[in-house]
């Protein structure tokens, strides 16, 4: 059986591109208690909207309180649970022990996913867990792909097992890092990480305690000193492995990036899954694949922990800043099959006789050259350099509303 396909979203607008480009299930936050409070999130409404939403695609939605509250926030947490009863979601990722009892309390029917905060990295862990009435953990990242399929014969079926396969990576474990309480006072493990493992840092020398005066050197290379930050995972060339492993959601990280990177990621993980599913034993990993991921913004890529567990400076970067070749330029609003021409929303500026690409779900990029743009006003335009404006090009192929336009 495929897995999941399991998407972020930290808006609607990041929702509905996750959901058009391929998403089986989606994961958002409330307006609290998710690990990502820097991201727009979602109103309660907006949580019923988005479970009536998926639900009428055959989806689900993933809603992450997985937070550690302290004492005295847990009547906030009884509130917002009840806020939830009704909305449709499918699961609660969840990651203290104090917030699995109260939603098995306040929500029984809404299933619970063990968040990967939970560091779980042991079968009996697992069991344990399904024993207090959770359906499915969300496993470590530190674990290899070896012990994952370990940790899948030693438990139930009964059991689910989602595993992180893109996205950013914490140079901590499983998210336990205390540098952000440290320097800012925001408490990561409550969902206001300021990500120091991500500024640069200069180190000149250091000294050992019991030797004074024995100071030793450290090296810089001309672009930095790289010790804490961490470079992004990417799996989209190991589908096979994944599936094999037996497990049932493979998860891509990033609830805070942009809606490009949004679908995209979704995009191009969906037509590698399905490309494996119709025929396994043909099946062969296409390099196209790997671009449509190279064109998001990312740090330099690796595969995590899934294949052994190196040195450090492997999952180091060696490049402070991200890795970014394609822009997003606009998306398609409206399209006029009689004339060719598709009217869209701009996100980037764009110029007559530019080449670019369109992104369709279920396709990678299209290239083709810009010509004969019009405004909205049906005048004709050189270039289209107001955010949000729109404008009119002919395309040569049919696209639909929500196609991406990006740089080619």
């Known amino acids: 059986m495929l897995p999941e396909l399991l998407c972020p979203a930290g808006n609607p607008e990041k929702l509905d591109a996750a959901l058009s480009y391929g998403a089986d299930a989606v994961y958002l936050a409330g307006e609290a208690f998710g690990m990502r409070a820097a991201a727009d999130n979602f109103s309660t409404e907006q949580i019923f ?27 906030m947490l009884e509130e917002y649970f009840d806020s939830l009863r009704g909305s449709g979601i499918s699961a609660l990722i969840v990651a203290d022990l104090g917030v699995i009892s109260l939603a098995k309390e306040m929500l029984p029917d809404v299933e619970l996913h063990v968040s990967t905060q939970a560091s779980v990295v042991s079968a009996r862990t697992c ?58 006072g925001r408490d990561a493990n409550r969902g206001r990480c300021a990500q120091p493992c991500r500024w640069g840092y200069r180190l000149f020398e250091i000294e050992e305690e019991k030797r004074p005066g024995d100071r030793l050197g450290l090296v810089e290379t001309d672009r930095g000193t790289f010790i804490m930050s961490s470079r992004d995972m990417c799996m989209i060339e190991h589908i096979p492995e994944l599936c094999e492993a037996g497990i049932d959601s493979l998860k891509i990280e990033g609830r805070m990036k942009s809606v490009y990177y949004t679908a995209i990621t979704a995009n191009a993980y969906r037509i590698a899954l399905d490309s494996y599913s ?47 070749d394609k822009a997003y330029l606009a998306r398609v609003i409206a399209y006029d099959r009689l004339t060719g021409r598709a009217e869209f929303e701009q996100r980037n500026k ?21 010509s004969d743009m019009k405004n909205a006003d049906g005048e004709l335009i050189e270039s289209a350099p107001h955010p949000l404006m729109h404008f009119t090009l002919p395309v040569p192929f049919e696209v639909r509303p929500g196609d991406i336009l990006r740089g080619g």
């Open 350 to 370: 764009l110029c007559l006789n530019d080449t670019v690409e369109l992104i369709s779900p279920g396709k990678p990029g299209r290239a083709f050259v810009v």
């Open 49 to 75: 909207e988005a479970a009536k939403k998926a639900a009428s695609l055959g989806k689900k939605i993933y809603v992450t309180v997985n937070t550690m509250p302290h004492g005295d926030e847990y009547g």
């Open 127 to 184: 069991e344990q867990y399904l024993k207090l009435g959770c359906r499915r953990v969300v496993l470590a990242r530190e674990l290899t792909l070896n012990e994952i399929r370990r940790i899948r014969r030693e438990t139930s079926r009964e059991l689910e097992l989602e595993a992180f396969v893109h996205g950013s990576m914490c140079i901590s474990y499983s998210g336990r890092c205390l540098l952000s309480n440290h320097f800012t």
């Open 278 to 324: 119709s025929d396994p034993a043909a099946y062969r990993f296409d390099p196209i694949w790997m671009r449509e991921l190279e064109s998001v913004s990312h740090r330099e890529y690796c595969t995590g922990f899934y294949f052994d567990r190196p040195e450090t400076d492997a999952k180091t970067t060696t490049n402070l800043g991200y890795v970014r």
